[in-house]
C-alpha cells in the first residue's frame, strides 16, 4: 500500500525559511514524478513545484526564486526548501507523486499546514 507522509510544516515569520519532506513507501518511485501543491483557505489547490523522474523542475511564478524542489530517489523522498516566506504562502502543502506509464497512477499525503506570520 503507498503512503506519502510530509513533515516539516509550522510557524515561521515573514522572510524566513522551511523545509517540507514527503516519504513515499510503498513501492519503488524512481520513475515517478513527484511535486507539491498547495490550497490557502477558501483558494482553489495550486501547483508550487514539481520534479521528473530525471529531475527536471517547473515552479509556479509566485515561488520562482524562493523555493527549491529536490527527490532523493535512494530515500524514495522529495523535498520543498522554501525561503524568503511570504504571508500569501500560507496554506496546507501537499505532496503529490505521479507516473503515466506502464499504469496511470497518482498518491497525495494528507498535508502540511505552513503558516507565514509575525
Known amino acids: 500500500q503507498v503512503q506519502l507522509v510530509e513533515s516539516g510544516g509550522g510557524l515561521v515569520q515573514p522572510g524566513g525559511s522551511l523545509r517540507l519532506s514527503c516519504a513515499a513507501s510503498?513501492?519503488?518511485?524512481?520513475?515517478?514524478?513527484m511535486g507539491w501543491y498547495r490550497q490557502a483557505p477558501g483558494k482553489q489547490r495550486e501547483l508550487v513545484a514539481t520534479i521528473s523522474m530525471i529531475g527536471s523542475t517547473n515552479y509556479a511564478d509566485s515561488v520562482k526564486g524562493r523555493f527549491t524542489i529536490s527527490r532523493d530517489n535512494a530515500k524514495n523522498t522529495v523535498y520543498l526548501q522554501m525561503n524568503s516566506l511570504k504571508p500569501e504562502d500560507t496554506a496546507v502543502y501537499y505532496c503529490?507523486?505521479?507516473?503515466?506509464?506502464?499504469?496511470?497512477?497518482?498518491?497525495w499525503g494528507q498535508g502540511t499546514q505552513v503558516t507565514v506570520s509575525s
Open positions: 503529490n507523486v505521479w507516473r503515466r506509464f506502464p499504469t496511470d497512477d497518482d498518491y
Open positions: 510503498g513501492s519503488n518511485f524512481n520513475f515517478y514524478a
